[in-house]
Nanobody, 128 residues
Framework: VQLVESGGGSVQAGGSLRLSCAAPPGTFKKYCTGWFRQAPGKEREGVAVIFSVGSTNRVYADTVKGRFTISQDNAKNTLNLQMNSLKPEDTGAYFC??????????????????????WGRGTQVTVS
C-alpha cells in the first residue's frame, strides 16, 4: 500500500500544524494506521495509532497526549494528525505507517516499527 504524507512545515512554539497521509481507497478497512516521528540523531518513535479495523480506538504517546489528535477521513482516504501546542521537541520527520495485522499492535506493541508493513516517505516538522 502506498502512503504519501503532506502538511509539514515550520511553526513557532505554541502553534499548530495538520499532517495528512493519503492512502488508497479501502486501506483503513484492512490496515491499522499510525504516525511515527524521528528527530535528528534519534530513533524513530511512535506518536499515535488508530485501531480502525473493527473499532476506532486511538492510542497516543505520553509526550503528545492532549495536544495531538489522530483521525481518519474515509471519504478522502486520508489519515490525519492535528498537532496543537507544538514544542521544539516535536521537531522531526513525521511518517505514516500501516499494519495489516492490527492484533500485532496490541499491548503497547504499536510503538514497534517492525510491526508495520508500509511506510510513507515522511514530512518535516520544525518547531522553533
Amino acid at each position: 500500500v502506498q502512503l504519501v504524507e503532506s502538511g509539514g512545515g515550520s511553526v513557532q512554539a505554541g502553534g499548530s500544524l495538520r499532517l495528512s497521509c493519503a492512502a488508497p481507497p479501502g486501506t483503513f478497512k484492512k490496515y491499522c494506521t499510525g504516525w511515527f516521528r524521528q528527530a535528528p540523531g534519534k530513533e524513530r518513535e511512535g506518536v499515535a495509532v488508530i485501531f480502525s479495523v473493527g473499532s476506532t480506538n486511538r492510542v497516543y504517546a505520553d509526550t503528545v497526549k492532549g495536544r495531538f489528535t489522530i483521525s481518519q477521513d474515509n471519504a478522502k482516504n486520508t489519515l490525519n494528525l492535528q498537532m496543537n501546542s507544538l514544542k521544539p521537541e516535536d521537531t522531526g520527520a513525521y511518517f505514516c505507517a500501516a499494519a495489516f495485522s492490527c492484533r500485532q499492535l496490541y499491548g503497547g506493541r504499536w510503538r514497534d516499527q517492525s510491526k508495520y508493513d508500509a511506510w510513507g516517505r515522511g514530512t518535516q516538522v520544525t518547531v522553533s
